[in-house]
């Protein structure tokens, strides 16, 4: 029991209801977890403006259980079942969930073989949509309550797609350097402790390898229980927090752009000292994290990357009188080791 336990009265309805969710990329990385989605670190991500979910949920009430899933039109069998499987888990949250017969239609603004956490956005947008007929079932309206519970049923779904709920910087996991931190749910980062340079920021997406990945996160998560390392990486992540928190108040870019990078390639380096190993980068990773260096090295610009579990790479850069000169370098240089000339453009402004 938690105060996310239900036993108030509600009474069903037929309803239709819609939401949309942003995805998110984390700059301090989650990796590893324990039973019932506890992450094993504290994470802490930037929500994307433009890359969203947009889900339309129809409840049918009092009919038998079952759930049918539509993406982009098409229908999907197996991501039916995974929602069933998922909405039977959050029962005791839901007293409701199982009293009927959904039929989900969803759609990504971004390719749906990107690469792109899509299961961010998409457990977020779930989450939404049964945080709206809770409203309307219960009678219960408290916003922010609401967004609360949504971030700790999306989290359930999927670990970061918790951070999707808000905007801006966004942290997952307890740590005692953000106030409010849960493992349970994720929590605003306080924009006023976030210098003006973190605030207006690019997020462009190589798609160098677009596809099935061969090593689910789910897995990767797992290897990590028996991973030699992983006690040092998941302290590593609170000292990282020590350092993110003056880096993002006094806007040191140059020790932002260390820290978010060793991240990225901390995440991957967890992976290859997994048992079995595995390796998601693929060549084009490595020839544009040369050049990004290289680029660096000779302009100064702070151009630099992320990566999540897959071989994209997120190329971040600050929305500033400097970025046409970068924007440039990239379609010159970096578009080139895509699959498809694939480059999805977002950003982050809060
Ligand atoms: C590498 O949230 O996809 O993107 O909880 O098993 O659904 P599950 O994993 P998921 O893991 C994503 C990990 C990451 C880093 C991050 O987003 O923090």
Redesign the pocket.
């Known amino acids: 029991m938690n105060e996310f336990s239900e036993n108030k009265n509600f009474d069903i309805s037929n309803q239709k209801v819609t939401e949309s969710c942003p995805s998110?990329?984390?700059l301090?990385?989650?990796?590893g977890?324990y039973e019932n989605?506890i992450p094993a670190n504290p994470?802490i991500?930037y929500t994307l403006n433009l890359c969203k979910t947009n889900t339309e949920m129809e409840f049918i009430a009092d009919e038998e259980f079952s759930v049918q899933t539509f993406l982009a039109g098409k229908e999907e069998l197996k991501f039916a079942e995974k929602i069933e499987k998922y909405f039977r888990n959050i029962e005791k949250y839901l007293p409701w969930i199982l009293k009927g017969k959904y039929i989900i239609k969803t759609e990504n603004t971004f390719p749906h073989s990107s690469g792109i956490?899509s299961?961010?956005s998409g457990f977020g947008a779930i989450a939404k949509c049964l945080m709206d007929l809770d409203r309307i079932f219960s009678g219960q309206i408290d916003a922010d309550f609401s967004l609360k519970k949504a971030s700790f049923l999306a989290r359930l779904?999927?670990?970061?797609?918790c951070?999707s709920l808000y905007d801006g910087m966004v942290v997952w996991g307890e740590t005692k350097k953000v106030t409010g931190s849960s493992d349970l749910f994720a929590v605003r980062y306080p924009n006023e402790d976030v210098h003006n340079v973190f605030r207006n920021f690019n997020d462009w997406v190589l798609l160098i390898h677009e596809g099935e990945k061969s090593v689910?996160?789910?897995v990767?998560?797992g290897l990590m229980n028996t991973n030699p390392y992983a006690e040092r990486r998941f302290q590593e992540a609170h000292e990282n927090f020590a350092l993110l928190k003056d880096i993002l108040k006094n806007g040191d870019m140059t020790a932002f752009i260390r820290l978010v990078e060793h991240e990225a390639l901390t995440?991957h380096a967890m992976m290859m000292m997994s048992e079995p190993a595995f390796i998601l980068m693929k060549t084009g990773t490595l020839a544009v994290i040369n050049k990004i260096w290289d680029f660096r090295k000779e302009t100064n610009l702070p151009l630099f990357f992320t990566l999540?579990?897959g071989a994209n790479v997120h190329l971040l850069f600050p929305s500033d009188k400097d970025e046409s000169k970068i924007q440039e370098f990239i379609i010159k240089e970096l578009v080139q080791h895509t699959q498809n000339n694939g480059i999805v453009k977002d950003v982050m402004r809060f």
Do not use: F
């Open positions: 998110n990329i984390a301090i990385k989650y990796w977890k989605q994470s991500s956490a299961s961010a779904g999927s670990g970061s797609a951070r689910s996160s789910t990767g998560h995440l999540d579990a």
